[in-house]
């Protein structure tokens, strides 16, 4: 059998500076967290970490939320436990889509055999309430589910009065916030939201691969009609929800509260490593304080609009619901962008992203979350641009990228 050396070679990435709309450089602090020695789960120590991430969180959504917890798996892995949990087959549910992650809920919400209403909006810009408390008189659903900062697109959907829609209406109200969370104002228990789950990749500048979530009791009230107990860790006084079991298994959120819960039943073996770099991330978060982080993100986010517009290029969607954390630029034209964006890594490593559906190939996503919302990233990424820009013929104004986004700072 022949052996590829390659195989048994020590990893050694290269340095890459992530400037697209995610996943980015995690902190410094994150990697060292990640690195800690391994525990049980059930070592005291541990379940103390459990416990403290929870507190952590809690301050993170602005949440006063019990069920504050971390799923084991990327943003999605989130995302798809609170809508398993919640809809069954028939239950009706309306998701605003202003982008390709308002899709993603649709297709996450049509395999649990929901009814799915959508309000389709144009990409660059976001739902009205109106629209929204319209379908929800004339749909009657049981879940309203939306995005607050959809990547593919760069908008952020204004939530607080589309939660008091939902509390007028007894709706659940579920976010994904995965792309907006700590670089943008996200306020849980005030907006009236009722599931609300993240990532770690974006601003809160972590690894993919845990997923932060809080849920309202009035949500755990409902998923827990469906609850069940395994077999195998059954005791005599456990009993079982009155409706249908949940067709998840990992991602059945009521054992899931019950293994974070003060009985800490067993159902999956933590991700020790992934506990400590979210804990990391909030951490972070907080020391530094949540109106500095948001602002710090807003300021990094104007400085590469402003940037990019002094070199010429035209900004993609509505500017007045863009998320403070990535820009989006559309392509300019006879450039292909893809050849930018490869240059780009080969040449500078500077990583910007591309986009999905109606706008790829047309737009560059870039982003500044996180470690790299600071001011030698926006200015690195805007040089290094112009330069490749430059060699690629695009009709810009030389010299005055990083000059334009300096003035931020």
């Known amino acids: 059998m022949t052996i590829n050396n390659a195989l048994f070679e020590t990893l050694n990435p290269p340095q890459r500076l992530l400037m697209g709309p995610g996943p980015i450089n995690a902190y410094p602090r994150v990697h060292q967290a990640l690195s800690n020695q391994l525990i049980g789960q059930y070592d005291p120590v541990m379940t103390e970490y459990m416990r403290q991430t929870q507190v952590l969180y809690r301050q993170v959504f602005h949440t006063q939320n019990p069920e504050t917890l971390l799923i084991d798996g990327t943003a999605r892995a989130g995302i798809e436990a609170v809508l398993v949990s919640i809809l069954q087959p028939g239950d009706k549910v309306l998701i605003p889509v202003i982008g390709r992650f308002g899709h993603l809920l649709c297709e996450i919400a049509q395999r649990t055999g929901a009814e799915i209403t959508t309000i389709d909006v144009e990409w660059g810009k976001v739902c009205d309430p109106q629209q929204i408390e319209?379908?929800?008189?004339?749909?009657?659903?049981?879940?309203?589910?939306?995005?607050?900062?959809?990547?593919?697109?760069?908008?952020?959907?204004?939530?607080?009065?589309?939660?008091?829609?939902?509390?007028?209406?007894?709706?659940?109200?579920?976010c994904d916030a995965t792309a907006s969370v700590a670089g943008n104002e996200l306020l849980v228990d005030d907006w009236h939201l009722d599931a609300v789950s993240v990532g770690l990749q974006k601003c809160l500048g972590g690894p993919s691969g845990s997923a932060p979530l809080t849920l309202s009791p009035k949500f755990v009230e409902q998923i827990n009609r469906r609850k069940h107990i395994e077999k195998g860790i059954r005791d005599p006084h456990h009993t079982d929800g009155i409706e249908a079991m949940i067709q998840s298994n990992y991602f059945d959120l009521p054992m899931i509260l019950d293994y974070w819960g003060e009985e800490r039943l067993n159902h999956h073996t933590e991700a020790t490593s992934m506990l400590y770099a979210a804990r990391e991330c909030a951490r972070l978060f907080l020391e530094e304080g949540p109106a500095k982080v948001i602002a710090r993100h807003k300021q990094a986010g104007d400085a590469m609009a402003a940037g990019l517009q002094a070199m010429g290029l035209r900004l993609f969607g509505d500017q007045d619901y863009k998320m403070n954390n990535v820009v989006g630029v559309y392509i300019p034209d006879l450039v292909d962008g893809e050849k930018v964006r490869q240059e780009l890594l080969t040449r500078f490593g500077i990583e910007i992203g591309t986009s999905f559906g109606p706008l790829k190939g047309r737009i560059w996503r870039i982003g500044t979350m996180g470690y790299n919302a600071?001011?030698?990233?926006?200015?690195?990424?805007?040089?290094?641009?112009?330069?490749?820009?430059?060699?690629?013929?695009?009709?810009?104004?030389?010299?005055?990228?990083?000059a334009a986004a300096m003035e931020y700072y």
């Open 134 to 174: 319209d379908a929800i008189k004339q749909v009657k659903p049981k879940l309203l589910a939306t995005v607050q900062g959809d990547t593919s697109t760069t908008m952020n959907q204004p939530l607080a009065e589309i939660g008091e829609i939902c509390q007028r209406h007894d709706v659940l109200f579920y």
């Open 374 to 402: 600071r001011q030698e990233a926006v200015l690195h990424t805007l040089a290094a641009l112009e330069a490749v820009l430059f060699k690629h013929r695009a009709q810009i104004q030389l010299g005055t990228a990083v």
